[in-house]
Nanobody, 114 residues
Framework: QVQLVESGGGLVQPGGSLRLSCVVS????????MGWYRQAPGKQRELVAV???????NYADSVKGRFTISRDSAKNTVYLQMNSLRPEDTAVYYC????????WGNGTLVTVSS
């Protein structure tokens, strides 16, 4: 069974940085798409960043130039480096991987506040 465990969330001041990690219980070579999504209070879940098995990345316009998605196949881990954080980045961040179906983690809370 595929399990995803996110970590790295927390409270950070505006302008600060965090790195989220998503450890997958099986080889990430199994998946053709891996990504991060977020859901702010009262809002729908939205795509933040995705990376394909071929290394192609895509980002939401709101995070371009500030966030970077990467993966380490040796550690079965997907990362999200978040810089220049803003209060509007506050949300629960979820990791998702896809092969024939999607698999989701339980999320990690990021709060950006002074």
């Amino acid at each position: 069974q595929v399990q995803l465990v996110e970590s790295g969330g927390g409270l950070v001041q505006p302008g600060g940085s965090l790195r989220l990690s998503c450890v997958v219980s099986v080889s990430i070579f199994s998946f053709n798409l891996m990504g991060w999504y977020r859901q702010a209070p009262g809002k729908q879940r939205e795509l933040v960043a995705v990376v394909t098995s071929g290394g192609i990345t895509n980002y939401a316009d709101s995070v371009k130039g500030r966030f970077t998605i990467s993966r380490d196949s040796a550690k079965n881990t997907v990362y999200l480096q978040m810089n220049s954080l803003r209060p509007e980045d506050t949300a629960v961040y979820y990791c998702k991987v896809n092969n024939v179906r999607p698999y989701w983690g339980n999320g990690t809370l990021v709060t950006v506040s002074s």
